[in-house]
């Protein structure tokens, strides 16, 4: 962790460990913003520290212009709808939020309050919003657009298993938008003549009966479907219940990859953080969201672990150190 990353969660604990009713009450004219945190400060402190620059790099001083209470759901469904109902009673001027869950419970909670997506996958196909371009409602924000990964993730397990094709696949059951990457990788499993075998997870219970009987199946090779907040919430719980497989496994967030895990394909997702907050600006600014075009990723990025790599016995193809934007050794 560098320095300037210190520095934040030292400054930010006391927001960070803030009960539901601690919120701050400066005097003037402060906006009042409401971040709903997934799992947990430690977690998402990439997150918050991209989010943040994107505010001060707009003008927004912390307790000046501006406020932003920090409310944390350690990986629950049912915690971030309480902190999303306690957002709306103190009727913050904006609700941040990432994933599906979380706008979908907003949008259940207020149709007034302004919400920004810093990263969600699907907002169309889950229901959250009408479209791309014209939003409508009240949420707005960026798109990571996951599904549309599913088939270079499984290109990627390819090139590790040359003439091998059976992959497992863990998915959430319980995530709304598990439906839409499940039928994107069953599309994108199809045309590359692979077959896949869905293992569901939604407690930390079923983690351990999920990889039992991924262990029983022998599969090639594990490819983690997106989750938040429950799989991004048990990071290294996955990462170890994999490492026994000890075969190739591909994660969506690169946190996976940054405890061990073999590899991530996907969005910078801190990217989209800092751009959240020029969503945070116009709103602000008297931009309504219903107007304001949702914007999508443009920038995928392969990060490899190396030292799991040599660790496990895997052999890396050359195909993928050309292609890896990060290395982790």
Known sequence: MNNRRKLLLALGAGAFAAPLSAFAQPTGKVFQIGYVGNSAPAAE????????????????????????????????????????????????????????????????????????????????????????????????????????LMGKRLEILRDFIPGHNRVAVLANPLQPYTQVTLRAARSAAEAQRITIQVFEAGTSGELNSAFAAIARAKPDALMVLPDKPFFYSNIEIIVRLAERLRIPA????????????????????????????????????????????????????????????KTLGIKVPQTILVRADKLIE
């Open 45 to 148: 402190a990439a997150y918050v520290e991209a989010f943040q620059q994107g505010l001060r790099e707009r003008g927004y001083i912390e307790g000046k212009n501006i406020v932003v209470n920090y409310l944390w759901a350690g990986g629950s469904n049912e915690k971030v709808s309480e902190i999303i109902a306690e957002f709306v009673k103190r009727n913050v001027d904006v609700i941040v939020t990432s994933g599906t869950f979380a706008p979908l419970a907003a949008k259940k909670a207020t149709s007034t309050i302004p919400v920004v997506m810093a990263s969600v996958g699907d907002p169309v196909g889950t229901g959250i919003v009408e479209s791309l371009s014209r939003p409508g409602g009240n949420i707005t924000g960026l798109s990571s657009l996951e599904q549309g």
């Open 250 to 309: 591909i994660y969506p967030f690169v946190e996976f990859v940054e405890k061990g895990g073999l590899v991530h394909y996907g969005t910078n997702v801190p990217s989209m953080f800092y751009r959240a907050g020029g969503y945070v600006d116009k709103i602000l600014k008297g931009g309504k969201p219903s107007d304001l075009p949702i914007e999508q990723a443009t920038h995928f990025e392969l990060t490899l672990n190396s030292k799991t790599a």
